[in-house]
């Protein structure tokens, strides 16, 4: 394993295939170990996560692999390769909704992410620059927390580092090679089949700059780009007639102009201003790591005259998608993901050739011998705490358990280890980016393998669908259920493995509709505009012979299920 000091890198020539390859497994290494045994101590928390585990369970349900269904309903808001993954792993558990399992595709996509920018950085700037990239991109906040998730970022992220990869390393001035083309198609597909077709503005700013570096638009041509598009070509018709199929013309129209993640960022869904990335970037998104990235922009700049071909390629993977993620209306973090291993280049190469961390580099390690300190009695304080006042944790709403307890103890060891190990080191010796990452991995492993699991009552749906689903089966017959306007969410009923009807406020108030034997509805939300809506609602439903068989929070909603008296009867009596 590579030490944290400083002279760890062997002279150029000197067994170097070797060398890469051992970085890399030191990269996979650290981020394997941080991801696997604590991917699985939590539930599925956000919407997106219910949601897809839902589609993809109805995938193998209908058998269906391209025309996707929510509760039935036709879905177009993403491609289907992901949901095949996933629904891949929910048959490997036997149907059931194991989160380990499902956060298996996104965590080896996260791993190829952080190797493709391992072997950018180490082919362009050395193998300092590859290994702190790697490093920085696998601590960044936003990367780190949505490679442990069931989502289509990291994925997605990763099907793009593939092809930017086999594009960036390529020989200069030549066609890719069969095996050079074959990486970089099946990235450019596989990322479009994910997330749709922004990957081609991150590839495209690249060659878009080296076009008008050579004055030759022949740079495209390098990619053979005939066979490639006839390939995804073939398979985009194979979509759109399997929903054609399934859902009608009408609908496989849709898909294309209003279905697609980019059609989202057009048209505005989750809106922000123009600095949007900018403020996140300084307050999570990248943190502590944009405290060099702003220098190395500085430097950046100064220098632009100067630039090499290589560092300007990189710059402009990160500012012309850049520049058009942050004119668009439509904003979230994770957009920004692919290109953060630009943005972690740039600012390794900064750390690895400029003299701004040798000359100050006491200093910074003063501070971070300081950080990792208190961060050290921080944790193992908070360890001690939850196991001697169990009061206290409960007023903070955490369910403290001796596995929790036991890793917030081992990361708050491990920091206070760094601490006096690094004291017993001349601070010469000592190379502050890694002293970093690996505070900033010792406090990822407390948040994740205890912080998470501490706070999963208060996000996960499980006990509530398993509740759901058992009555439903035992005590009315049925797996179907409706759900009233806002109520109607997959993350609250995807552990249940039951039929969700979605129900009009209209449907219940009319009294002509004919509704499901149990009802669930949300009183503290948007049932419609008006105050007392959800009074009228509750009565309505009485007057239907429906009585209260549950209110209770859900994934921090507070949720009500109605029955149907006479029903729930007729079938326990049958």
Not at 24 to 46: E, I
Not at 505 to 519: F, H, K, M, N, Y
Request: proline share 5%; glycine share 10%; with cysteine.
């Amino acid at each position: 394993m590579r030490s944290l000091q400083t002279e760890m890198i062997p002279p150029a020539g000197s067994g170097r295939r070797e060398a890469v390859g051992r970085d890399m497994l030191v990269l996979a290494g650290f981020a394997l170990a941080l991801w696997l045994p604590t991917c699985g101590l939590w539930d599925l928390w956000t919407p997106d996560e219910g949601r897809y585990a839902q589609v993809a369970r109805e995938v193998l349900r209908n058998d269906h692999w391209f025309a996707l269904t929510l509760f039935g309903q036709p879905y177009n808001q993403k491609p289907p390769l992901p949901f095949l993954l996933f629904a891949a792993m929910i048959k490997a558990s036997g149907g059931a909704i194991n989160t380990w399992l499902l956060r298996l595709p996104s965590i080896f996509m996260g791993v190829v992410a952080l190797l493709c920018t391992y072997r950018i950085g180490q082919k362009l700037f050395g193998r300092d620059c590859g290994f702190a990239a790697g490093l920085m991109l696998l601590t960044a906040p936003t990367f780190l927390e949505n490679a442990s998730a069931v989502e289509l970022n990291v994925m997605y992220t990763g099907w793009c580092m593939v092809a930017m990869a086999a594009w960036l390393t390529r020989p200069p001035d030549k066609k890719l090679s069969w095996g050079r083309w074959l990486v970089f198609w099946l990235g450019i597909i596989c990322a479009f089949f994910t997330k749709g077709p922004l990957v081609f503005l991150v590839w495209g700013a690249v060659a878009i700059y080296e076009a008008r570096a050579a004055r030759s638009w022949k740079v495209f041509l390098q990619v053979r780009p005939i066979p490639g598009l006839l390939i995804l070509g073939g398979l985009l018709w194979r979509w759109m007639y399997a929903e054609k199929v399934a859902f009608g013309t009408d609908y496989a129209r849709d898909t294309v102009h209003g279905g697609n993640p980019m059609a989202k960022i057009l048209a505005g869904q989750h809106a922000g201003w123009p600095w949007y990335y900018v403020e996140h970037m300084l307050l999570e998104m990248y943190f502590p790591w944009i405290l060099l990235f702003v220098p190395a922009l500085v430097v950046l700049w100064r220098g632009r005259k100067q630039l090499s071909t290589d560092t300007l390629r990189i710059v402009w993977w990160f500012l012309g998608p850049g520049i058009f993620l942050s004119i668009m209306i439509g904003k979230r973090q994770s957009y920004f993901l692919p290109l953060m291993p630009a943005v972690a280049i740039l600012t390794a190469q900064f750390a690895s050739t400029s003299s701004f961390l040798l000359d100050k580099r006491e200093r910074i390690l003063r501070g971070l011998m300081v950080v990792a300190a208190i961060a050290a009695i921080g944790l193992l304080g908070g360890a001690a705490i939850g196991g001697m006042a169990p009061d206290w944790a409960k007023r903070a709403e955490l369910q403290v358990g001796v596995q929790a307890l036991s890793v917030l103890a081992a990361a708050g060891a491990g920091l206070l280890g760094l601490v006096l190990w690094m004291n017993l080191k001349k601070q010469g010796e000592l190379n502050p980016i890694y002293v970093t990452a690996v505070m900033v991995l010792a406090l990822s492993v407390a948040y994740l393998g205890a912080v998470r699991p501490m706070r999963n009552h208060l996000h996960s749906s499980r006990e509530f669908g398993e509740w759901l689903g058992n009555v439903l089966r035992t005590e009315f017959g049925t797996t179907e259920f409706g759900a009233v306007s806002s109520a109607a969410r997959p993350e609250y009923f995807v552990y249940g493995d039951v039929k969700m009807r979605d129900m009009r406020r209209q449907d219940v108030l009319s009294g002509e509709t004919t509704i499901p034997a149990v009802l669930v509805t949300r009183p503290g939300g948007k049932v419609s505009e008006r105050s007392d809506d959800w009074a009228m609602v509750t009565e309505a439903l009485k007057a239907r012979g429906y009585e209260l068989l549950r209110d209770s929070d859900v994934s921090e909603d507070e949720l009500a299920v109605f029955g149907d008296v006479t029903r729930r009867r007729r079938h326990v009596a049958h």
